[in-house]
């Protein structure tokens, strides 16, 4: 039975979270349907954990979905590159779900709960569907999934606000046009191959020359996955979708969502349209690069001016979103392998600041802005300490993931285009620290406003918390595992260029 369960694992950490979906929304009991979450959540990470074990011995991991071989059939593929993003949804996912257990019911009404945690390993499992699947239109069907999911736990947020119904509605038709554009290309694409399959696609390409459906599929399919991934300046559903979501939907999707896109853009840059060189360098030169480092400076001066916490750390995301396209735009081997560096360590990153100022939140229960959270640091220390790791890895200081990113990103940019990139990443990380001392000063330094109410920090919320602080500085210390295997991705990618 177990091997025959260890056999369908590629495909398993699909179906669970997607089939368990369904269990929970039956469920009437809040605290029952949070325990099935997280005990899904945790098995869904323990088999992420066996899948990249099992590539230590293969390099691909090929898993034809009804025994319909590829091409024809549906393939989901674990490889070097996939199994990045399929660690980081599945760890987060299970973090968060820790942490929501105590914030989830403060935000969402009672009768609601099953039906959230129903939607969010819905998320959960269209996310992991995008990162896993082999076939391009089956991709666009996960894109769906988890958009629509997403959309929806956004709106739970309207007991606390209801702006997050426009935020929700926002986010719902941006998503649209970008998925749009996207099965359009899809389309394109299979009007002149006459197949799905992403491996396929490559070969059939490869014997095509850059025509004018190759050309308009390829940019309908870069445009959709643009929008999906909030790249500058394609971004305006992002801040207001993160700022009014539930703050456990923030720190799920701030941490996840757009890494999942980010992954794919890289697909289809270095993988489909690999055979056509000229196109992609084309784009990554004159389009991805020059908007990266619009973005970069875009999204930290919006943070630096922004009152609302979570709009500021929306905003930060943006341009940390730059920095990792900035990477794929150098487009060499080292550059890409520092994107991915900083795809896992921006996710535990920017999980743990939403982990920790949502805590925060959670007992003044007002809008989390400089002003509400005035002196609260002082009242919560444990938080406050995994606060501070988080800002100074954000900001790249040494000893912290976020250092290991920046200074594979330096060397990268410095190596391939020369030292004005470089400086332009250095300028722009040390302007980040802008923000990040603004909300310091506010939590700590600050004074308390004497109605704030006496706080006693929770073990439940710091718990995941003091996990993603930990693995921070830990992965600032010795980050050879996510070194070694963002440079495996790299080279799975794009060979050894």
Known sequence: MIDYLLIHFPILIVVFPLMMALIVVLISNNFLSWLVCLITTFITFLISIFLFNQLQ??????????????????????????????????????????????IMPTEIDSNSISKTYSLWLLAIAGLLGLVTTGDAFNLFVFLEISSLASVTLVAMGAKKDRQALIAAYNYLIIGA????????????????????????LTERLA?????????????????????????????IWLPRAYAYAPSAVSILLAATATKASIYI???ILFSIFSTSEELVNYTLTYIILPLSICAMFAGTIMAIYEKDIKRLLAHSSIAQVGYIT????????????????HMANHAMIKGGLFMAITSMGYYIQKRITLDTLSGIGKQMPITF????????????????????????????????????????????????????????EALWLNSKDNNQPKVKESPILYSSLLVITFLNIYFGLDASFIVDSSFNAADMLIGRR
């Open 385 to 440: 300490f995994c606060f501070i790791v988080c800002s100074l890895s954000l900001a790249g200081l040494p000893l912290t993931a976020g250092f290991i990113s920046k200074l594979y990103l330096i060397k990268a940019s410095i190596s391939s285009e020369g030292l004005w990139l470089g400086f332009l990443i250095l300028f722009s990380s040390a302007l980040s620290l802008v923000y990040l001392w603004k909300m310091i």
């Open 326 to 341: 900035l990477a794929f735009s150098v487009g060499t081997k080292s550059s890409i392998a520092a994107g991915f560096i």
């Open 207 to 235: 014997d095509i020359e850059n025509n004018r459906a190759l050309i308009a599929g390829f940019g309908f399919m870069i445009l959709g996955i643009m929008i999906k991934a909030a790249i500058f300046p394609l971004h």
């Open 57 to 102: 011995d293969v390099s691909i991991i090929s898993y034809a979905l009804g025994n319909w071989l590829p091409p024809i059939g549906i393939e989901y593929i674990i490889d070097h590159v996939s199994i990045i993003p399929i660690i980081i949804i599945s760890g987060i996912g299970f973090l968060a779900t820790i942490f929501a257990y105590k």
């Open 177 to 200: 046009v970008g998925a749009t554009f996207y099965v359009i290309g899809v389309g394109l694409l299979y009007a002149i191959t006459g197949t799905l399959n992403m491996n396929d």
């Open 265 to 267: 853009l890289a697909r």
